[in-house]
Nanobody
């Protein structure tokens, strides 16, 4: 089992950048594929970005391609989401998630563990 704690959210203006971090507990962080998903008020939770166990493979949603980058540091049990050129419509709670199997996962049902989320607000 793994516990996840997100940080780095906050209020920014449109066009600004934020870097989210997710710290994982346990000594087996490198055995989990990781991902970031977000949920805006009144909407379904949606995939943002995913990364394989080693970080060798990644996937990002089309809506954030080029602007968002996912990465991980297995030595520090941490996964990151660099978000550039943020848009007001990207205001949401951003969740870190872990999947027990290998690969890169792009749907919420594929993830087994979730953090509490961090709020990102983007003003216009």
């Amino acid at each position: 089992q793994v516990q996840l704690v997100e940080s780095g959210g906050g209020l920014v203006q449109a066009g600004d950048s934020l870097r989210l971090s997710c710290a994982a507990s346990g000594r087996t962080f490198g055995s989990y594929a990781m991902g970031w998903l977000r949920q805006a008020l009144g909407k379904e939770r949606e995939f943002v970005a995913g990364i394989s166990r080693t970080g060798g493979s990644t996937a990002v949603a089309d809506s954030v391609k080029v602007r968002f980058t996912i990465s991980r540091d297995n030595a520090k049990n941490t996964v990151f989401l660099q978000m550039d050129s943020l848009k007001p419509e990207e205001r949401a709670v951003y969740y870190c998630a872990a999947a027990s199997d290998g690969g890169v996962y792009t749907t919420k049902r594929e993830y087994d563990y979730w953090g509490q989320g961090t709020q990102v607000n983007v003003s216009s």
